[in-house]
T-cell receptor, first 112, second 113 residues
Framework: NAGVTQTPKFRILKIGQSMTLQCAQD?????MYWYRQDPGMGLKLIYY???????DKGEVPNGYNVSRSTTEDFPLRLELAAPSQTSVYFC???????????FGDGTRLSIL | QKEVEQDPGPLSVPEGAIVSLNCTYS??????FMWYRQYSRKGPELLMY????GNKEDGRFTAQVDKSSKYISLFIRDSQPSDSATYLC?????????????FGGGTRLMVKP
């Protein structure tokens, strides 16, 4: 029973590099979310998707892009990494009619 | 002012104590209230979920919502060292596309044996 799986778990990037954070869920949830968590700041929503082919911006979308070609996968892309993007990134999913979200264990990203 | 406020702690208590964790909020449209528990280096996991005002009990955990005061609480009875974690409150008005949640910053709890 995998739930929400995020890869990689850790990554160090240099300024200006790009990378994709992977997120997959096996619960057939329509809704998926990307958050970043900075110390003491709670979770900030970056992007979300209500179904395959549909994505929308959250509270802090600048510097990120997403795509949703299948129900299962929701990758997050950083095009030009900046030190301000050093954070822990969480992916979550939710059934359509539920307010509760299920989280992966995060990707810890450092940009130096 | 943040939309959801939560004391960051850390809150340190002895094993067996009753713990009270709280959040205040400013948006009167919030109707759905959740508590998530997050262990170190793990993702948040749903602990309690309530709709509108009132109490909800699940084992050692009780969630309270007072919408008139815009104040929610989580009580933990007979606290255990395994309860040591960060507790995040989350809430939503339920009328936004994607059922988006607004999170508090989290309170770190340490239960000492």
């Amino acid at each position: 029973n995998a739930g929400v799986t995020q890869t990689p778990k850790f990554r160090i990037l240099k300024i200006g590099q790009s990378m994709t954070l992977q997120c997959a869920q096996d619960m057939n949830h329509n809704y998926m979310y990307w958050y970043r968590q900075d110390p003491g700041m709670g979770l900030k929503l970056i992007y979300y998707s209500v179904g395959a082919g549909i994505t929308d911006k959250g509270e802090v979308p600048n510097g990120y892009n997403v795509s949703r070609s299948t129900t299962e996968d929701f990758p997050l892309r950083l095009e030009l990494a900046a030190p301000s993007q050093t954070s822990v990134y969480f992916c979550a999913s939710s059934p359509t009619q539920s307010m509760t979200q299920h989280f992966g264990d995060g990707t810890r990203l450092s940009i130096l | 002012q943040k939309e959801v406020e939560q004391d960051p702690g850390p809150l340190s208590v002895p094993e067996g104590a009753i713990v009270s964790l709280n959040c205040t909020y400013s948006n009167s449209a919030f109707q759905y209230f959740m508590w998530y528990r997050q262990y170190s280096r793990k993702g948040p996991e749903l602990l309690m979920y309530t709709y509108s005002s009132g109490n909800k009990e699940d084992g050692r955990f009780t969630a309270q919502v007072d919408k008139s005061s815009k104040y929610i609480s989580l009580f933990i009875r007979d606290s255990q060292p395994s309860d040591s974690a960060t507790y995040l409150c989350a809430m939503s008005g339920g009328n936004n596309a994607g059922n988006m949640l607004t999170f508090g910053g989290g309170t770190r709890l340490m239960v000492k044996p």
